[in-house]
């Protein structure tokens, strides 16, 4: 009989939609995290990975609005490498950025950065969940179960998954973890999957300098095929970190205290979106990072929201940056979760995000499932986002790239 593991990995950022703004707290200045030089290297790789990511899944798009979360993907992948053995585990690790580090250095990491990222900015609620969900008679080892405990406060959950009511236990406990923001990841479990791996992650802030609705206005967006969208547009001049290079300019929008920030790419006028992706590297990355710098912007960008789901597109991606033999079933080697053969049948997310004046709501899951083997001062630049652009959310101090987004039409 075929047997299915599936791992559903729920990540959620949220923002100030629901707040008003009396109930935001007032900032105090942040504080940096802290990172040991072997932690530092990892985040690094990390780093990596989410931009190879990026780049890769937007290729496959060709022009295609994309909203993908790089930190639920590497959490959620590394903490199945737990599971995997040999050529398996390694290739896994090599795609992810963390060949050069032991399964231990790697789940400390996280184990160090989640909470972390929780106190850097009392502005942003930042939560972070973990749960698994077994099928009451379906072994899995236990050092696999305690890496999860231990490295990612994991819940241990067994079910009767035949029981009509099992699909609502984990909805309801994904809800009560995403501020309601996603209510349902499931249906129905299918009969033969044998184990659920659950992760939430939920952030709500809003814009360190909000926009003035009153000054929005209705105006004209060129989408990537030329055709001209109508949108509201958001509008403040104010002090911005910029920069521009040849072909491209580049802003940080921060929240709250400035831990996190939303950092656009925007193309300048004829340069096409699809080739400054196609060129987008972690140099280039961090060239853009370290040359921004204080500048008086006329920031105009339009209000968006979008939904997105990866689910054709995931295992390509990853076989091509190296993660192949996690999906075959003749090579897979997950024999740390069971000793029946298993490999990844199934890897996607499903995201939402939507800007307006006060902050962004975003959310994503990420699901996993396994199968059994049969400027100047004084100047004031514009900087008009009324063509496509890339957009990226980030904490500040270590540079972790939570989510990563191309927008080419509206």
């Not at 090599?94 to 990491?109: I, Y």
């Not at 050092?143 to 959950?157: G, H, K, M, R, W």
Request: glycine share 6%.
């Amino acid at each position: 009989m075929k047997s299915v593991i599936s791992l559903l990995i729920t990540a959620v950022l949220a923002g100030p939609v629901a707040w008003s703004c009396s109930k935001w707290p007032d900032p105090i200045a942040r504080e940096d995290i802290v990172l040991t030089k072997v932690q530092q290297e990892i985040l690094e790789n990390g780093n990596l990975f989410a931009i190879d990511l990026f780049r890769e899944m937007s290729r496959e798009l060709a022009g295609e609005n994309l909203f993908i979360s790089p930190l639920s993907a590497s959490l959620a992948l590394s903490a199945v490498t737990n599971g995997a053995s040999g050529s398996t585990r390694e290739d896994m690790k090599a795609t992810l950025g963390f060949e050069s580090f032991s399964m231990d250095d790697m789940n400390r990491f996280y184990k160090h950065l989640v909470p972390s990222l929780k106190k850097v900015d009392n502005t942003v609620k930042l939560l972070v969940a973990n749960a698994v969900w077994i099928e009451q008679a379906f072994p899995v080892k236990t050092p696999f179960i305690t890496a999860l405990q231990e490295y990612y406060d994991a819940s241990v959950n067994k079910l009767d998954f035949s029981d009509p009511s099992a699909p609502g236990l984990i909805n309801k406990w994904c809800a009560d973890n995403t501020n309601n923001l996603i209510k349902k990841v499931i249906d129905k479990i299918d009969p033969d999957c044998r184990l659920l791996y659950t992760n939430a992650l939920y952030f709500k802030g809003k814009w360190k300098n909000t926009f003035d609705k009153k000054a929005s206005w209705q105006g004209s967006f060129s989408s990537i095929s030329g055709t001209p969208r109508s949108v509201t547009y958001m509008e403040q001049t104010n002090q911005f970190r910029y920069t521009a290079e040849k072909g491209v300019s580049v802003a940080e929008i921060p929240y709250g205290n400035e831990a996190f920030s939303m950092i656009i790419v925007l193309p300048d006028t004829g340069v096409d979106v699809m080739d400054v992706i196609a060129s987008l590297s972690w140099e280039q990355w961090t060239g853009w990072v370290d040359g921004l710098s204080p500048a008086e912007l006329n920031l105009r960008i339009p209000r968006f929201k979008m939904e997105f789901d990866s689910e054709k597109l995931m295992i390509p991606v990853l076989s091509r940056m190296g993660m192949g033999i996690a999906f075959d079933p003749c090579q897979a080697d997950f024999s740390q979760i069971s000793d029946i053969p298993l490999f990844i049948a199934l890897l996607k997310q499903n995201t939402y995000i939507q800007v307006d004046e006060e902050g962004t709501e975003a959310a994503v899951v990420t699901t996993i499932g396994f199968n059994v083997t049969s400027i100047g001062p004084g100047d004031t630049i514009p900087f008009h986002v009324d063509r496509p652009f890339l957009y990226f959310i980030r904490e500040k101090s270590t540079g972790t790239i939570l989510f990563s987004g191309l927008m080419t039409d509206i």
